[in-house]
């Protein structure tokens, strides 16, 4: 009854085009798998038991609520975590006992079915992940508790949606590199393609990129962030997505898929942040007294101008792709852009029609500089194994373990 509420409930607005500031891919779900059968009489019932009934629980929500009850998903899947960790453990040689299945929230006909505790424990945090961005996106789109009368989202949900990125991250950091490289390549071949080493790396770095795109923002609304603390932010955001599109095309990109829908989001995203470098990278020039910096700082601005006419067809591209989403108020950084871009090159024309018309043979842009990347993913540690394996306390059809186990022995 309270699934079929909550659906009524949230209907209207899950039939929506959404908005995507920040792009998650396709949510999965666990999907009815066989704990009782494959750990029958080697853990205790009410062991087994919790592990089934905590991992329901998450599927019930997420396809109650489409995957919008984030707090409610984050909070089941972080006590599943302690309870799954005993089936990774080595001194229970448990890890391929039990079949897990995941689906996809919007196609549950596409079903991963793999023999491992470790995918289990992947498939957990991947999803902690996404729903984090989930929760980043949600700070950045416009309704009355986050956006000012003409759409701008508060300094205050700006600065939390730069943690929760972070936070995001370190879940997908995680994923990437302390349980993927740790796979065996045959279970590695099996996982879904969003959950390839390269697309979680790309997701991470995506993440950290469009943290520091906020922190741009907000130091574009400081009056003490000086033009090279911005030109700085610029750079490093056009490397982090820089750095995403390269972990991406290390995947084949299906034409049609999930995976097209994200490198269309990284390209739009990529073409913004090298706008913004070369427009904050003008200004620096434009401050130098040398007439050839303010050539060289026009054909930045001009180049900002390009780019950004790019981005607009690229943002266009994203938004049409399957599954199709609105496209975005033009915020922070390239809303600066928008208004004070066409102005500068008004001005400067004037000023340097002559000698760029004289310099007409050169056609080389100059060099952005490079700087030492600022943010990283958030550590993230697994939690404590959960006291319900402690083996001591175990009993199993109404014997301790050990003289279950020792049993065992002797009729083999």
């Not at 424990?121 to 984090?132: E, H, K, R």
């Not at 610029?234 to 994200?262: M, N, P, R």
């Not at 020039?285 to 790019?310: G, N, Q, T, W, Y």
């Given at each position: 009854?309270?699934?079929?509420?909550?659906?009524?409930?949230?209907?209207?607005?899950?039939?929506?085009?959404?908005?995507?500031?920040?792009?998650?891919?396709?949510?999965?779900?666990?999907?009815?798998?066989?704990?009782?059968?494959?750990?029958?009489?080697?853990?205790?019932?009410?062991?087994?038991?919790?592990?089934?009934?905590?991992?329901?629980?998450?599927?019930l929500v997420a396809e109650c609520t489409g995957g919008s009850a984030i707090t409610e998903l984050k909070h089941a899947l972080e006590e599943y975590l302690p309870l799954l960790l005993g089936l990774t453990k080595k001194e229970f040689d448990f890890d391929e006992l039990v079949e897990f299945k995941w689906k996809y929230l919007d196609n549950k006909q596409k079903e991963t079915c793999i023999s491992s505790s470790w995918f289990e424990?992947?498939?957990?945090?991947?999803?902690?992940?996404?729903?984090?961005?989930?929760?980043?996106?949600?700070?950045?789109?416009?309704?009355?508790?986050?956006?000012?009368?003409?759409?701008a989202i508060s300094g205050d949900s700006t600065r939390n949606a730069v943690d929760v990125l972070l936070k995001a991250s370190g879940y997908l950091e995680f994923c990437a590199r302390s349980i993927v490289t740790n796979l065996s390549s045959e279970i590695a071949k099996k996982l879904p393609r969003d959950m390839q080493e390269?697309?979680?790396?790309?997701?991470?770095?995506?993440?950290l990129g469009q943290a520091t795109e906020l922190q741009l923002g907000l130091a574009i609304e400081s009056q003490k962030a000086t033009?090279?603390?911005?030109?700085?932010?610029?750079?490093?955001?056009?490397?982090?997505?820089?750095?995403?599109?390269?972990?991406?095309?290390?995947?084949?990109?299906?034409?049609?898929?999930?995976?097209?829908?994200?490198?269309?989001?990284?390209?739009?995203?990529?073409?913004?942040?090298?706008?913004a470098a070369y427009y904050f990278h003008g200004m620096v020039?434009?401050?130098?007294?040398?007439?050839?910096?303010?050539?060289?700082?026009?054909?930045?601005?001009?180049?900002?101008?390009?780019?950004?006419?790019?981005s607009k067809k690229a943002c266009l591209s994203f938004c049409l792709a399957a599954p199709v989403n609105r496209i975005p108020p033009v915020r922070g950084t390239m809303r600066h852009l928008y208004h004070q871009l066409p102005e500068i090159i008004s001005r400067k024309s004037t000023v340097c029609g002559n000698m760029l018309e004289q310099d007409k043979g050169s056609h080389e842009l100059p060099d952005l500089p490079e700087f030492q990347l600022?943010?990283?993913?958030?550590?993230?540690?697994l939690p404590a194994l959960s006291t319900e394996w402690n083996r001591d306390d175990w009993e199993i059809l109404g014997q301790p373990l050990k003289n279950h186990l020792e049993d065992e022995g002797k009729t083999s």
């Open positions: 009854m309270g699934c079929s509420t909550s659906l009524l409930r949230r209907n209207k607005k899950m039939a929506a085009v959404p908005e995507v500031v920040v792009f998650v891919p396709a949510l999965q779900v666990p999907s009815a798998s066989e704990h009782q059968r494959a750990l029958r009489g080697l853990v205790p019932a009410s062991l087994i038991e919790q592990l089934a009934a905590v991992r329901d629980r998450i599927t424990l992947l498939s957990v945090i991947y999803m902690l992940g996404l729903l984090t961005l989930s929760e980043a996106n949600s700070l950045l789109i416009s309704n009355e508790h986050s956006a000012s009368e003409d759409g390269s697309i979680l790396e790309a997701l991470c770095i995506q993440a033009l090279s603390v911005k030109r700085r932010l610029a750079c490093e955001q056009l490397t982090y997505f820089s750095q995403a599109h390269h972990q991406l095309t290390a995947s084949e990109i299906d034409e049609d898929g999930a995976i097209k829908k994200h490198s269309l989001f990284i390209r739009w995203k990529y073409l913004e942040a090298k706008a020039l434009d401050k130098a007294k040398e007439p050839s910096s303010h050539v060289s700082a026009m054909r930045c601005f001009l180049a900002a101008e390009e780019l950004i006419s790019e600022s943010l990283r993913p958030d550590d993230y540690e």
